[in-house]
């Protein structure tokens, strides 16, 4: 009798798979026919996850699509999401299930986070490999402000504009400026163009926040992870930054610096989310004059008082300016980030997000 139920279970739990499947492919063949055209918009996913597929059609010159898509596209792509979610413009093999056990495209949010690069030289590649990173994680839709070389523009505008199936971000381009009396001594400061985001809060003054990252960032989860630590911005706080270093033994501050720095052991400048807004209206305290200078009134008496002193640029023009100021970053920095050897230039780091010491 126990043989004959065990066939019989056998046959039950094949007969609920056989129609699993069944259901699957057909909820599969729904979605193709109601994707109709769309599969070339697959292809494009695909080749672009790849290997940065060039091809593509434009959507015009410092545009890269807005509007949100009312059902998850048919593309037989899927990918791995700490939150078991899929973006809008990506599904897996079966949209049915994917969106069913993931989340409602219909409840997104809609706030845009804003995320803001600079590049110089041959720093194209690694730009996109950063953006890509970011918009395949994100939840929320991206602004994206690149700052770069003129001769970049093109190259980027080529790029960016082949990902108009990915209809979850824009991105605006600008030059490189600097203020037009010490342009040179700016841009000089540490690397080409390295300087700029000290002056971000200046030029992009219709943004409220924004999250400033160095080319090198690799977003192994949604930016809107770190994009929600504003809301726990004190009345003071106007920025937050990761440490230098963690261990005290080896840091570089507090061995070498011949400046001042914030905290034991100074903080790192690659990662750097800003409310742009108090930047604008703070008053800082100085070491040069008892009088509370601005945004855009100390950087330069900062730069001509210590540029004997400075090794990393505008990193220890910020670290100057917080230890001076010190309310004004959180008490726990960023410890969202690892820092791993370079295999080429800079300052020796290279820095990705660490899924496992979000709070």
Not at 34 to 54: C, I, K, T
Not at 241 to 248: D, K, L, R, Y
Not at 253 to 275: D, E, I, Q
Request: charged share 20%.
């Amino acid at each position: 009798m126990r043989r004959y139920l065990r066939v019989v279970g056998l046959c039950l739990a094949c007969g609920f798979c056989s129609l699993l499947y069944a259901f699957s492919q057909l909820a599969v063949s729904l979605e193709e026919g109601a994707a109709g055209g769309r599969r070339p918009q697959a292809a494009a996913m695909v080749s672009w996850l790849a290997d940065g597929e060039r091809g593509g059609p434009g959507r015009g010159a410092g545009s890269a699509g807005s509007g949100r898509p009312g059902r998850c596209k048919g593309s037989s792509l899927c990918y791995w999401n700490p939150y078991w979610m899929l973006p809008s413009a990506v599904c897996g093999m079966n949209c049915f299930w994917e969106a069913a056990f993931r989340y409602s495209l219909k409840t997104q949010p809609t706030e845009k986070m804003h995320l803001a690069v600079v590049a110089c030289g041959e720093r194209l590649e690694e730009t996109l490999t950063m953006l890509k990173s970011a918009l395949i994680f994100s939840i929320k839709p991206l602004q994206v402000h690149i700052f770069a070389e003129d001769q970049l523009h093109d190259s980027f505008k080529d790029r960016l504009d082949s990902w108009s199936f990915l209809q979850r971000f824009n991105y605006t381009l600008y030059p490189i400026t600097f203020p037009s009396d010490s342009a040179v001594e700016w841009k000089k400061l540490f690397k080409p163009c390295a300087s700029q985001r000290l002056f971000l809060p200046l030029i992009l003054k219709e943004v409220d926040s924004l999250l400033y990252v160095d080319t090198d960032i690799l977003f192994l989860r949604p930016v809107d992870d770190i994009w929600s630590l504003l809301k726990k911005f004190n009345s003071t706080q106007i920025a937050a930054m990761a440490p230098e270093h963690e261990e005290p033994r080896i840091g570089w501050y507090n061995r070498f610096a011949r400046h001042p720095y914030y905290g034991k052991t100074g903080v790192n400048s690659g990662v750097m989310l800003m409310n742009l807004t108090r930047m604008r209206r703070k008053y800082f305290k100085n070491d040069m004059t008892t009088a509370r200078l601005q945004w855009g009134d100390i950087l330069m008496p900062l730069l001509k008082k210590y540029k004997l002193n400075i090794t990393w640029g505008d990193q220890d023009l910020l670290n100057i300016m917080f230890f001076h100021n010190p309310v004004e970053l959180p008490t726990r920095p960023l410890h969202l980030w690892e820092q791993l050897p370079r295999s080429r230039g800079g300052r020796g780091l290279h820095s990705s997000w660490k899924q496992r010491c979000l709070p």
